[in-house]
């Protein structure tokens, strides 16, 4: 099996060079393809002077999914893993892989947080959604065989957030397995999950009811969630409100951010549903854009043409 390691990264020099270090120790005979986004702390620079990148491509849009969709197009082996750049693969990483993929389509493992008590890890999370049983993933410790990932044409490049899950939803519609694999580890340098942004509470309901619209359809079921989720988050501010630490009026603003962004996530979805009727339900995906790199090294050719490509 080729593995190819694909790591997006942007404005994380000092994390993403520990996550080199790491896959250079612990998986040496992948090979790795760093994404960088619009940069501004010397990524570039970095990357460029080290010896165990294979390919860096440079690319102008922030979108996390633009990114991981960029490294998959790029990466040449037969496997196809996702690493943050704030995550370290672990030993035992690289051998869990390829034993994990021998067996499933998808394999994915824990990510281990350190706290002040100790370490902190996950367990496998799952859920049965309109009779399908959907495993999720974190989106910065994932590994698709090739097959799998082009089946469902890669991540979907509207979402800024919730891309990971998104994706967890379209395997399972297409029958490939999600594996959780204790071996695949990794260490996380902070508290970023699978790198999507759930922090913004437009976004996040927003991606939720898009998502679910996408890849369920306009049911009953789809609009509880949305409004359950909503219901919880709203109880946790109004606690917030009455500790003094947010005000009323900024209480009704979330909930109306909340309600506007949500019936714009309902439209968008059932737009996307139409606009691609298969299984894979990514019409902004893998095959919808071939001008993602606005530069482009690649080291594992002995063209110099162009003069970038040279160490």
């Not at 612990?26 to 760093?34: F, L, N, R, S, T």
């Not at 890669?154 to 899950?165: C, K, N, V």
């Not at 594996?179 to 999950?193: F, I, K, L, N, R």
């Not at 009811?209 to 946790?236: H, M, Q």
Request: glycine share 10%; aromatic share 6%; charged share 30%.
């Amino acid at each position: 099996m080729e593995l190819s390691v694909v790591v997006p990264t942007l404005n994380g020099r000092e994390s993403l060079a520990s996550c080199l270090d790491a896959l250079a120790a612990d998986a040496p005979e992948a090979e790795v393809v760093v994404v960088n986004g619009p940069s501004a702390d010397g990524t570039t620079g970095m990357v460029r002077d080290r010896d165990d990148v294979d390919v860096l491509i440079e690319v102008s849009d922030r979108k996390l999914n633009v990114a991981r969709n960029a490294g998959i197009a790029a990466a040449g082996g037969d496997a196809v893993a996702l690493v943050g750049q704030d995550h370290a693969v672990e030993s035992s990483w690289a051998d869990g892989v390829r034993s994990g993929l021998a067996d499933a389509d998808v394999v994915t493992g824990p990510v281990h947080r350190a706290v002040r008590a100790g370490v902190t890890t996950e367990s496998p999370e799952r859920r049965t959604i309109d009779g399908r049983e959907v495993t999720y993933f974190d989106g910065g410790n994932v590994a698709f065989t090739r097959e799998a990932v082009e089946a469902v044409d890669g991540f979907d490049e509207y979402l800024a957030t919730g891309g990971a899950r998104d994706c967890a939803h379209r395997l399972a519609a297409n029958d490939f397995e999600v594996a959780w694999s204790p071996a695949v580890s990794v260490t996380a340098a902070d508290d970023e999950g699978d790198g999507d942004d759930d922090r913004d509470w437009g976004w996040k309901y927003r991606a939720l009811a898009y998502r679910l619209v996408k890849n369920y359809g306009p049911r009953p079921g789809v609009f509880r969630r949305t409004l359950r989720d909503a219901v919880s988050d709203g109880a946790e501010n109004a606690a917030d409100v009455l500790r003094g630490d947010e005000t009323p009026s900024e209480w009704m603003g979330h909930g109306k951010r909340v309600t506007a962004s949500a019936l714009i996530g309902c439209k968008d979805g059932l737009r996307a549903r139409f606009a691609d009727r298969s299984d894979a339900r990514n019409p902004n995906g893998l095959s919808a854009r071939a001008d993602r790199a606005v530069e482009r090294y690649d080291w594992r050719t002995d063209t110099e043409e162009p003069e970038e490509q040279t160490r």
